[in-house]
DNA sequence: CGCCCTATTGATCAGCCTCAATGAGAGTGG
DNA sequence: CCACTCTCATTGAGGCTGATCAATAGGGCG
């Protein structure tokens, strides 16, 4: 229901109503733009939509998607707190944007964000080009690398994005297989594998702790 | 000898000499930069050094590489005549980039192409912004296609970029395969297989003639 | 406590890779 | 002009990684 509301106006206030002041703003200055909630689950934008707006995640995690028409879903990347995203394609977007968990976001008219960029964040140019960089290293992942590399990869990665050695991942195991290019039983199996191999532990299927980083970053190259 | 040179100028003379007036202007008013020339497999840039100057193909084409330490390799994108290329990373390559064919080149600084764009080209935005679609395509393509669909729609981007059924492929069937994280037998194979199916008519290895092309498409999906 | 959804584990299979040999084409030198 | 060579492409045989199909286990929530 909030998803049709979206698509109408984000500036709805049913959007705006139930956290805009539960959580303080996490960044210094008057955040720009307006603050939306979105639920498990709940589709931010589909493809081929009209690009009218850019996001930037405030807590919780998005996920931007390209599906094929038998099933087959990629998932093009991971938006953590301090991302934004949105800007994928011109004037219609090419991917879909969905909330991994429970999201709060920080919604900006795209044009407004060409012109200044969003506040605490990138301007469009360094944003598109970190983007850029990314997807460069995800097409290497993908292309080149084995199902061990691509794990012990995508676990640095959020490693880096956090803090410390233990690793809270707000998605399942269906979203890191379409992350990776794998099937969800590859990659269970492979936790597994590092597990046995003492280069991590699994608290629980959501809570990663790092044992041997150097040796994950070996396994990478 | 030439890669010596252009590392510490692009501006050298040795680059410019040879078809300074060979080749006329492929657009519109007087091109700002310098032109340059590379023979086949010559380095325009490597990975990690310093992004100066952005580029634009002429003629010929180019591909930008990541590569693993074992040798690996990863054809992030082949560069055509009109694409632009050189805006991975912020101060320093991400990529290297190497002529597939003879290949003549447009340099200006990266400076001026933030500014301002290229003479007939898109502005830095749209450049990135198309950059960044294209490698989302990519990532879908590396990540949940089978052999015959990264083929048949390795082949149909390449009819798009250029014209008519007729397909010129300037790079070898290890470039293919690196674009494509495949193997060099695998793309032989999946040729052979299309041309079975009367998809695909091979003149000489490296010119295809897409005898359906709506079979094709619809292998992609 | 029981249900439902997700994750894990097992067994088998297929697609692609690896290794190896042959074939074709371009360039070189006699 | 032709033989030679070198490189690249094609083809074949067999193995391995990861996919598929199937069953079990765990975990959150009513």
Redesign the pocket.
Known sequence: MQVVALKSSPFSPIHQAPDEQARPAPFAGEPMGVRMHFDRDEEIFGEDEPAQYVYRVLSGAVRTTRMLSDGRRQIVEFHVPGDVFGLDGETRHALGAEAVGDTVLQVVRRSAFMSGGIDGGDTAVQALLKKFHRAQAHMLLLGRH???ERVAAFLLDFQNRSAGSTVDLPM???DIADYL?????????T??QLQAADLID?E??RRVILRNVAALQRICE
């Open positions: 084995t199902a061990c399942s195991r269906q290019g794998l099937t969800i039983e590859t990659v269970s199996r936790f597994t699994l629980s299927c």
